[in-house]
């Protein structure tokens, strides 16, 4: 059976270092067998079928031919169409009503829970908030993650450790969804 995906890489292409050409990118994706590959943007996401696998073995032999290509490990995260759709679908923020830069998701490796964040206390970061989800934190910042004190937190290693942890913005996350939805 042939599933959709969407592949997420993290820390490509930012500030001129670990740079992934995305044509490099889908050709090396095509060359795993992967079909009806898609970039979106230059900041490491892409969009592809395949026959085989599942999301963590696709995503482990993403990770070793990205590093066996360009020379540099890349952790990626990779999810299915139905996983993205359900992010958006349980969105606990009034998405329709915000601004795609005021929104924003973590994607993680494996689930998280609500024990690992204990320690923040969200009060303190209003208006910012956070809401966790299936292998995922919802981040509402109303003045963009650049400017937000509790992105700033949550970014820090302890709080993500053993983990895999790649955020993308609201648009990004439906344009994700846009995409796996018409594939192939």
């Given at each position: 059976?042939?599933?959709?995906?969407?592949?997420?890489?993290?820390?490509?292409?930012?500030?001129?270092?670990?740079?992934?050409?995305?044509?490099?990118?889908?050709?090396?994706?095509?060359?795993?067998?992967?079909?009806?590959?898609?970039?979106?943007?230059?900041?490491?996401?892409?969009?592809?079928?395949?026959?085989?696998?599942?999301?963590?073995?696709?995503?482990?032999?993403?990770?070793?031919?990205?590093?066996?290509?360009?020379?540099?490990?890349?952790?990626?995260?990779?999810?299915?169409?139905?996983y993205?759709?359900?992010?958006?679908?349980?969105?606990?923020?009034?998405?329709?009503?915000?601004?795609?830069?005021?929104?924003?998701?973590?994607?993680f490796?494996?689930p998280?829970?609500?024990?690992?964040?204990?320690?923040?206390?969200?009060?303190?970061?209003?208006?910012?908030e956070?809401?966790?989800?299936?292998?995922?934190?919802?981040?509402?910042?109303?003045?963009?993650?650049?400017?937000?004190?509790?992105?700033?937190?949550?970014?820090?290693?302890?709080?993500?450790?053993?983990?895999?942890?790649?955020?993308?913005?609201?648009?990004?996350?439906?344009?994700?969804?846009?995409?796996?939805?018409?594939?192939?």
């Open positions: 059976m042939t599933t959709t995906y969407a592949a997420l890489l993290r820390g490509i292409n930012v500030g001129g270092s670990r740079k992934v050409p995305m044509a490099d990118l889908r050709a090396l994706m095509e060359g795993l067998g992967y079909d009806g590959v898609r970039s979106y943007l230059q900041s490491g996401q892409a969009v592809f079928t395949a026959d085989h696998g599942d999301e963590e073995s696709l995503a482990a032999e993403l990770t070793a031919a990205i590093e066996k290509r360009f020379g540099f490990p890349v952790d990626v995260i990779v999810r299915d169409h139905a993205l759709k359900a992010i958006v679908d349980n969105c606990p923020f009034p998405a329709a009503e915000l601004e795609g830069k005021q929104l924003h998701v973590t994607y490796s494996a998280v829970d609500a024990d690992r964040f204990a320690e923040i206390d969200q009060a303190a970061y209003l208006p910012e956070f809401r966790l989800g299936d292998r995922t934190l919802y981040l509402y910042a109303p003045n963009g993650l650049g400017r937000s004190k509790l992105a700033e937190h949550l970014s820090k290693p302890r709080l993500n450790k053993g983990l895999i942890a790649t955020s993308r913005n609201w648009n990004t996350v439906v344009k994700l969804v846009e995409m796996t939805t018409t594939a192939g």
